[in-house]
């Protein structure tokens, strides 16, 4: 029974250019949310998705950071036009109602150059 | 909008002495998740508590949920140095149904 899982594990990219980060959540979890966290500092919500429908999205910025859950396949987050600033790990969890406990995945850590 | 505040920010004990965090809310809470994040890991589910003045215990570990549902405690009896980690506590933050995580307490141990 796999858990949540995410890639890449790491991932390097300059500025500028784009990063896409993938999360497939346990099996038969519907929701999906998405957290930034920088070194030494708390989780910090960006978005929750339940298939193909984005729930709420008041953390994510306006520019440059999309979210996906599509009916096949697994949820994206994309950032686009890559700043330093956006260095940060990604964290993708599923669970298997809305407010239910979370199973998180291993990680996307985001360096840029 | 709704906040959970938890402290401390830092514990640093000897091994073999006890821990407590804690986390606090302005609203009701429907429930109170924790949450345990290793060095370099990611958070782990821990439990949840529902009911008003719930008590629950895994081991050394003991988590309460308050009377009226607005606050909540981790405690660690006897600390070993594989309880070291960030304790998180999250809650539903009310209608929207996402989770809202307290800042954490990172827990250091002294052999």
């Known amino acids: 029974n796999a858990g949540v899982m995410q890639n890449p594990r790491h991932l390097v990219r300059r500025r500028g250019q784009e990063a896409r980060l993938r999360c497939s959540p346990m099996?038969?979890?519907?929701?999906v949310y998405w957290y930034r966290q920088l070194p030494e500092e708390g989780l910090k919500f960006m978005v929750y998705l339940q298939k193909e429908n984005i729930i709420d999205e008041s953390g994510m910025p306006k520019e440059r950071f999309s979210a996906e859950f599509p009916k096949e396949g697994p949820s994206i987050l994309r950032i686009q036009q890559v700043v330093r600033g956006d260095s940060a790990a990604y964290f993708c969890?599923?669970?298997?109602?809305?407010?239910?406990?979370?199973?998180f995945g291993d990680g996307t850590r985001l360096s840029i150059l | 909008g709704q906040q959970v505040m938890q402290i401390p920010q830092y514990q640093h004990v000897q091994e073999g002495e006890d821990f407590t965090t804690y986390c606090n809310s302005s609203?009701?809470?429907?429930?109170i998740q924790w949450y345990k994040q290793r060095p370099g890991g990611h958070p782990v589910f821990l439990i949840q508590?529902?009911?008003?003045?719930e008590v629950k215990k895994q081991k050394r570990l003991t988590f309460q949920f308050g009377e009226a549902k607005k606050n909540s405690s981790l405690h660690i009896t006897a600390t070993q140095t594989t309880d070291v980690g960030t304790y998180f506590c999250a809650a539903p933050y009310s209608s929207a149904s996402k989770i809202i995580f307290g800042s954490g307490t990172r827990l250091s141990i002294r052999p």
């Open positions: 609203t009701t809470l429907s429930n």
């Open positions: 508590l529902v009911k008003s003045g």
């Open positions: 099996k038969g979890h519907s929701h």
């Open positions: 969890a599923s669970s298997l109602d809305q407010g239910q406990p979370q199973h």
